[in-house]
């Protein structure tokens, strides 16, 4: 089991660190409707101490910053260097200086216990590998009635994206862990039993948040052009002409993406 998230996680290290310039140009401008729909979820006051798992190249952080303002503090990390290095000069080309950044994964939060107020999550809980022992480390650096807010896709058949990296990534070789991806908490239940088993009273919401793309050409070079890349040719136009035919009939006219995305609360005792 050791060898196997290793595995997993050296895999999940190098697709991020493939992914994080097409992250920055493609895909943060289009994720600010989930990005804001989760931080006014968790009403953020000044002065608070707040942690971004999974900051990837730092928006939610970055606006987190501006709602606990120079009295609170954020606490930003992430499992790539490369996603690090381009929220590090993010947050300098705007001077913030209530923002720290560090390795780190959220089976493993590196702070001391009842550390912030509360934690956030945007998109990165579904490409954790050991969910358990991540709501154990949430509940462990919470302070008391402390909150947690996270962000994930819902089902393909009511997340556009999902139904897009799902159809793309059938033609990719399995992953080394299995569980992890854009629909790995379209049942956001069992983790909800998990964050209630160390303590922590959980529910969920669903909104729908959306963005588009002018073609699908440049939906595939943001949204699997990286992680497909090492497929043969021929697999790879396969991949695409699954994808065009399941929801692509005319790859020259833009598409808007409709995700149900469910938010995830949770609150520790007083």
């Known amino acids: 089991m050791v060898d196997e998230l290793g595995a997993g996680f050296a895999w999940q290290v190098g697709v991020w660190e493939r992914m994080?310039?097409?992250?920055?140009?493609?895909?943060?401008r289009r994720f600010v409707p989930v990005i804001e729909t989760l931080v006014n979820h968790a009403m953020l006051r000044p002065g608070e101490a707040v942690l971004d798992l999974g900051t990837g190249t730092g928006s939610v952080a970055i606006l987190a910053a501006t709602k606990v303002g120079q009295t609170g503090r954020i606490m930003a990390i992430d499992i790539s260097p490369e996603m690090l290095a381009i929220?590090?000069?993010?947050i300098r080309a705007l001077s913030l200086v209530n923002v720290?950044?560090?390795e780190g994964r959220a089976e493993a939060v590196p702070v001391p216990a009842d550390s912030f107020d509360a934690v956030l999550a945007s998109l990165s809980l579904m490409y954790v590998i050991d969910r358990a022992a991540a709501a154990r480390e949430i509940a462990r650096i919470l302070r008391p009635s402390g909150r947690?807010?996270?962000a994930v896709w819902a089902s393909p058949e009511d997340a556009d994206i999902v139904m897009f990296q799902q159809t793309a990534g059938g033609f990719s070789p399995t992953p080394p862990v299995p569980?992890?991806?854009?629909?790995a908490?379209?049942?956001p239940q069992p983790f909800l039993a998990q964050l209630a088993a160390v303590g922590l009273t959980a529910s969920y919401q669903t909104d729908v948040t959306s963005f588009q793309f002018p073609n699908f050409a440049e939906a595939?070079?943001?949204?699997?052009?990286v992680t497909t890349a090492a497929l043969d040719a021929s697999i790879q136009e396969q991949a695409k002409a699954a994808v065009m035919d399941r929801m692509w009939p005319s790859p020259s006219s833009p598409r808007e993406f409709r995700n149900a995305t469910h938010i995830i609360t949770a609150s520790k005792p007083p």
Not at 87 to 90: D, G
């Open 20 to 28: 994080a310039q097409v992250y920055e140009r493609e895909i943060d």
């Open 185 to 187: 908490l379209a049942d």
């Open 100 to 102: 720290e950044l560090a």
């Open 179 to 183: 569980g992890m991806g854009p629909g």
């Open 220 to 225: 595939w070079a943001a949204l699997a052009g």
């Open 87 to 90: 929220a590090e000069a993010r």
């Open 148 to 150: 947690f807010v996270a």
